[in-house]
């Protein structure tokens, strides 16, 4: 059974480890948000696609989210020391992993290809690709102006209201080898309960993913990121309160129309209607438990 997952950070990555866990060596494709990917201290970070890397080589924290379990920060607290930037929290274990990524894309390999290397020294049995190749960057507009995803996020706390979300690039980028012709090929598609704007978006502004995707032949399947209409972690609830006007299970199908056959959601949200079928379950993923059995369920619902 194919499966392709398109996937955000922190609580999608939770559900691709889940999908790995329950599937078939080599059955997870995971198509990975490169739009929070960032350059810093001379590092090209794509946090994105590492914590979908540390959760399917279970060296993630899975208390922090993001991140190497067992991290330790002594070359951040040297880089700061010596007047470097210390405001994205990079630590020992993960700046190996940004060198050697950084050192691949200066020599001109694609970032599809040095992160396939990655997976495989990981003994991951599985595909992680990014959407694209290109440079594709997530702005989001507020009232206090205009940020690149992690300054707002990151630097700002996400205190900010979101007013818009801008993927810049996403005209000129094409989708990274391999994407389509895993979406054309899957016998299941899933969109993890990531935040639709900051994560997914930007996978979508990438238009022949877009375009694959309505017309698939698999069934598509979103899992909701809200619980009681509340986000698990970040800013989502507040975002779509302001930009889509609610966060009901409606709300967020709205974010996919045309895209997802079905929604998962949380017991906690229904009953409710969404223009497309809902499936029900406890979707909160404390563990790789909770994890596999929200695999589980939605591979169900995919099939
Ligand atoms: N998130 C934070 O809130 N603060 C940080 O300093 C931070 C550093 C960081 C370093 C590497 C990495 O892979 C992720 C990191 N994150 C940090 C998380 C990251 O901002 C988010 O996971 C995503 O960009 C949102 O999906």
Do not use: C, K, N
């Given at each position: 059974m194919r499966i392709v997952c398109l996937c955000g950070g922190v609580g999608g990555a939770k559900l691709a480890r889940g999908l790995y866990d329950v599937l078939e060596p080599g059955e997870l494709t995971v198509i990975g948000n490169v739009g929070d990917d960032l350059t810093v201290l001379g590092v090209h970070v794509s946090p994105d696609l590492d914590s979908v890397l540390y959760a399917l080589a279970g060296v993630n924290d899975e208390e922090r989210g993001w991140g190497r379990a067992g991290e330790t920060w002594r070359a951040l607290e040297s880089a700061?020391?010596?007047?470097?930037?210390?405001?994205?929290?990079?630590?020992?274990?993960?700046?190996?992993?940004?060198?050697?990524?950084?050192?691949?894309?200066?020599?001109?390999?694609?970032?599809?290809?040095?992160?396939?290397?990655?997976?495989?020294?990981?003994?991951?049995?599985?595909?992680?690709?990014?959407?694209?190749?290109?440079?594709?960057?997530?702005?989001?507009?507020?009232?206090?102006?205009?940020?690149?995803?992690?300054?707002?996020?990151?630097?700002?706390?996400?205190?900010?209201?979101?007013?818009?979300?801008?993927?810049?690039?996403?005209?000129?980028?094409?989708?990274?080898?391999?994407?389509?012709?895993a979406i054309e090929r899957a016998d299941g598609i899933v969109i993890a309960p990531s935040n639709p704007y900051v994560s997914i978006d930007p996978i979508l502004a990438v238009r022949p993913i877009r375009d694959v995707l309505a017309s698939r032949r698999a069934a598509c399947v979103a899992v909701s990121p809200l619980i009681g209409g509340r986000a698990v972690k970040g800013p989502l609830d507040r975002m779509l309160s302001r930009m889509?006007?609610?966060?009901?299970?409606?709300?967020?199908?709205?974010?996919?129309?045309?895209?997802?056959?079905?929604?998962?959601?949380?017991?906690?949200?229904?009953?409710?209607?969404?223009?497309?079928?809902?499936?029900?379950?406890?979707?909160?993923?404390?563990?790789?438990?909770?994890?596999?059995?929200?695999?589980?369920?939605?591979l169900e619902v995919v099939s």
């Open positions: 700061r020391s010596w007047g470097g930037e210390g405001w994205f929290q990079l630590g020992d274990l993960d700046l190996g992993v940004h060198l050697v990524r950084t050192e691949a894309l200066r020599r001109g390999d694609p970032l599809s290809a040095v992160t396939e290397r990655l997976v495989r020294a990981a003994g991951i049995e599985a595909h992680l690709l990014p959407a694209t190749d290109d440079p594709l960057r997530t702005h989001v507009v507020t009232p206090a102006g205009r940020f690149a995803f992690q300054e707002w996020f990151v630097a700002r706390g996400h205190r900010d209201e979101v007013d818009d979300v801008v993927v810049a690039g996403d005209e000129e980028a094409g989708p990274a080898p391999g994407v389509l012709e889509a006007g609610g966060t009901t299970p409606a709300h967020v199908a709205a974010r996919y129309a045309g895209l997802i056959d079905a929604l998962v959601i949380d017991e906690a949200d229904a009953p409710a209607r969404a223009g497309v079928p809902l499936a029900v379950t406890r979707t909160l993923m404390t563990g790789r438990e909770d994890a596999r059995r929200l695999a589980a369920f939605t």
